[in-house]
């Protein structure tokens, strides 16, 4: 009995050794191969932290860059308003020389007419040859001859009032204190001969006494813009429309709504119409700028805002929201 | 009627382990004579006479099995070169292997033939498939697609055979068999419930690059340069660490999969990887931690739990990734520990530590092939 026991004993302790044994020898290769995995982990932690500096490198390579762009798109976008505006100030004036060729054309061949009537007048004079019915018809060729010639010098004279006070406001950017209602029909009579043959009714309403001290050059031309937004996409070539601009004061606000019944801006891209380059009608000389341009004139040079709404068949309709004085 | 019996002996004598596991699971089942079962290995041991030994006690038994990195257990919980037995019996269920040898030759062909065979022999519906393969010869991959040809969309489980961390040659059991360059299947039909759970732990870490010239496993080239020197530029040496698989993202994906490295050559440069890439994938290196290991195993298993529609499971298979066992070195009992720990009963528990491993990436969906993560599957019949 005791035999069997330590037989079992011995069996019992054989087997603990040999898995002792096994143990041991699986525990030095267990631990070279721990040791090489962490060998191998310092290293891959060391490369992880230098990928991460070398990409805060590159970022802040990119960021110095995107800063960079920011400020050249600034730049350019300073440029491109200095570029609108003069595009706007070359259409006005090719308007207004076209406009007013037509008065003051008139008015030289009148006053030929005028002066080879006075001539044969004096050579009838000179001559004793002069009747009564001559002088009579004389007289009244030369009045209204007169009449004519004032009446185009006027137009003309008109044209080149507004003209210059939009022309100067536009080419250079002062501030001061003008009428609203009065300053818009200036610009709307000076940049009407643009639009003249699409026969577009424009009317103006609103308290004319309203003033603002603010840039009157910005505000010719974003009235400028919505004007050609409306003739360039609200309408179909040779048809007609009704522009509507009504100003009105609410409190230190003035508030300026420009609405036009043409065909509506589409919902997909609505949201995109202040965006820079945007256009539907590049095929029609479209550049994309001028709503973006009177975005940035509204809210960074009047200090204002501008806000927008649509529907299609039924027209647009911009609301220009500007402090009734501006901070320098 | 669903009896599992599990039998695990670290004793490093062949006859004796397998002697001492016989004993265990006799004296489990009680006199019922099981119809299968798998078997996990150390490749230390005289495999022809384990299998000898099991045949001699239980004859015609259907049984697969394979060498590994390490097992696990219910009886003795995490061991190495130690020897465990999981066996199944039961009226309601039909449980067939199959064998397809020298699989590297054509193995998507090889694959489909085998399980073709023992679906045949079936006359219950079949449930899933626990496969048991190589992954040095071959691609695991063109494995799975071959059995998939054949199972459609049913499960598949399983792992790819090891021959703790040496990768020089790995074995299968089939039957009475030793084999190499094999895939083995045990094919389960009828009245069985399953449910699984996978979860890994690792994570990618530094740069993004593209795996810009791939054939299959095989890695020529990332970022146009050799890949082996992704490695060389990570971990400063001149071949890859198979504890830091990569992560891979296919093409137009943000999801990943992990494949380590099984192999390499250092003339052209070349990494032989645990499974199948897609070219123009994006890659990374991954790193993890002995926490995120654990605590993947624990999500496993809770997982598998969660979605086990019966009462109770009888059994649990364990198919661990010998990369995590690598990561948790001395303390790798605590993957096992964790599920224990968290259970009042935990059912015979059985499993090994692969090269790889299989589970869907849903429940009951299609196979996937895997690296670094915790496969379980649960098994009962009420």
Known sequence: ?328 | MFKVAVGHSNDPDSLEAIDEILEQCQQTLDGVIPQAGILFAAIDFDHSLILQRINETFPNIELIGGTTDGEVSSILEFQQDSLTLMLFCSDEIEIRASVGRNVSQAPVDIARQSVEEAKQQLTLPIKFCIVMMESLTTSTVSILQGLASVLGDLPIFGGATADQWQYQRTYQFYKNEVLSDAVTTLLFAGNILFSCGTASGWRPIGKRSIATKVDKNVIYEIDHKPALDFYHYYLNIDEPDAVYPLAVFPPNEDTFFLRGAIAYDKAIGSLTMSGDIPAGSIVQITDTSLEDVITASRVSFAEAKSHYTGQEPEAALFFSCAWRRQIMGTRANEEYQAIAGSLKNLPSSCGFYTYGEVAPLRQNGQAFFHNTTFVTLLLGNQ
């Open chain 1, 1 to 328: 009995m005791e035999v069997e026991d330590d037989k079992l004993i011995i069996k019992r302790l054989e087997k603990e050794n040999r898995i002792l044994k096994k143990k041991l020898e699986r525990s030095e290769i267990d631990r070279a191969t721990l040791e090489t995995t962490n060998r191998n982990k310092e290293a891959l932690l060391k490369k992880v932290i230098c990928d991460l500096q070398e990409y805060q490198s590159i970022l802040e390579k990119k960021s110095s860059d995107l800063e960079q762009t920011l400020a050249d798109l600034s730049l350019m976008q300073t440029k491109l308003v200095e570029v609108e505006k003069m595009a706007a100030l070359g259409g006005l004036v090719a308007g207004v020389a076209h406009e007013i060729n037509t008065p003051v054309g008139t008015s030289i061949t009148l006053a030929s007419t005028l002066r080879d009537e006075t001539q044969l007048l004096m050579t009838l004079v000179e001559s004793g040859c002069l009747k009564k019915s001559l002088l009579n018809h004389y007289l009244d060729v030369a009045n209204e001859v007169s009449s004519l010639i004032l009446s185009n010098l006027n137009r003309a004279g008109e044209l080149v009032h507004s003209f210059k006070q939009v022309a100067v406001d536009q080419s250079n950017s002062e501030k001061r204190i003008f009428k609203v209602k009065e300053y818009i029909e200036e610009i709307m009579i000076s940049i009407s001969p643009q639009f003249k043959h699409n026969l577009h009714n424009v009317s103006i309403t609103g308290d004319d006494s309203i003033s603002i001290d603010s840039y009157p050059g910005a505000l010719a031309q974003v009235i400028t813009n919505f004007v050609n937004n409306s003739v360039l996409h609200a309408y179909l070539p040779n048809t007609s429309g009704n522009i509507h601009i009504h100003i009105q004061q609410q409190g230190d606000r003035t508030i300026i709504q420009y609405k036009d019944d043409g065909f509506g801006i589409d919902p997909q891209i609505f949201n995109k119409i202040f965006e820079p380059f945007f256009t539907t009608a590049r095929d029609r000389g479209g550049t994309g700028l001028g709503l973006n341009v009177t975005y940035n004139l509204v809210t960074q040079k009047l200090q204002g805002s501008i806000d927008c709404e649509s529907e299609i068949g039924k027209g647009t309709l911009f609301t220009v929201n500007l402090p009734n004085s501006i901070s320098t």
